[in-house]
């Protein structure tokens, strides 16, 4: 199963934006984002919701229950 860090990465870099990009637009520290994408932390339930918005997919698609966006 993928994980969520992984997702992530693959969605940032699609997207061409920084880490510090995406922690702007979400309003969080880049400490923060670097964590979920270090595989450090993960992120809250609104957090997850968040995330998935701004890229454009589904929560099962970031969680790596599901291959479909």
Same mark, same amino acid.
């Given at each position: 199963m993928v994980k969520i #860090? @992984?997702? %992530?990465? #693959? %969605?940032? =870099? /699609? =997207?061409k &934006?920084?880490? #510090?990009d995406?922690? =702007?637009l979400l309003g969080i520290g880049v400490r923060t984002y670097q964590y979920y /994408? !270090? +595989?450090e932390h993960r992120p +809250?339930? @609104?957090m997850l919701i968040a995330l998935a +918005? &701004?890229?454009g997919v589904s929560t099962d698609y970031l969680l !790596?229950?599901?291959?479909e966006r």
């Open positions: #860090a @992984e997702r %992530l990465k #693959a %969605l940032r =870099k /699609e =997207k &934006l920084r880490q #510090a995406v922690a =702007k /994408e !270090g +595989d +809250d339930y @609104e +918005d &701004l890229f !790596g229950r599901s291959e």
